[in-house]
Each structure stands twice: as C-alpha cells, then as structure tokens.
Nanobody, 118 residues
C-alpha cells in the first residue's frame, strides 16, 4: 500500500500565495505520475496540475500555479500564487504507481482545504 500525506492548505486573502506538499510512502516501486485535483462545493473534482511524462495545468491556473516534484523523495508540490476566491476548494494529491509486477494503481491523499477570502 501507498500513503499520501498532504500539507500546506489554509486561509489566504485574494492575491496571496500558498504552497501545498504531498509526500508518498509505503510499497513504492515507481511513481509514474503525481499531481493535484480539487473539488469545490457542489462541483465535480477537476485536475489542477499533473507531472508525469509531461506537465499539464488546468487552463484557469496557468501562469499562477506551478507543480514540481522531488523524485528522490516521492514528493510533489503545488506553488499557488495570485490566488482567487474561485480557487477555494479541497485539494487532493494523487499518485499513479507502477508495481514490480507491472500493475498501475492510483492513490489519493486525504485532501487539504484551501480557502481564498478577504
């Protein structure tokens, strides 16, 4: 099993910044893909950013959010700048792992609340 532990959420004023972190631990052979989804109340979960074979961003966060990974530490970060009230959501870390038997599995963190409000 793989565990993902997130940190870094909180309350910030519009225009402010936050940095989310997510560390994966457990039976890890290889992580192919790590990233962040978010879910606002009454809305579907949406992909915010991912880092795997390529780096992809949700259009509305391009130029404001930056995803990065520390491969050696199985950690992914999301630097969020120029935050807007519409960025308010629970942010979930995910990791797609490849086992030694060639099986892919997806794992999720518990979620961290990001609230952008004055």
């Amino acid at each position: 099993q793989v565990q993902l532990v997130e940190s870094g959420g909180g309350l910030v004023q519009p225009g402010g910044s936050l940095r989310l972190s997510c560390a994966a631990s457990g039976m890890i052979f290889r992580i192919d893909d790590m990233g962040w989804y978010r879910q606002a109340p009454g809305k579907q979960r949406e992909l915010v950013a991912r880092s795997g074979g390529s780096i992809d961003y949700l259009n509305s966060v391009k130029g404001r959010f930056t995803i990065s990974r520390d491969i050696a530490k199985n950690t992914v970060f999301l630097q969020m700048n120029s935050l807007k009230p519409e960025d308010t959501a629970v942010y979930y870390c995910y990791a797609r792992t490849l086992s030694g038997l060639g099986v892919y599995n997806d794992y999720w963190g518990q979620g961290t609340q990001v609230t952008v409000s004055s």
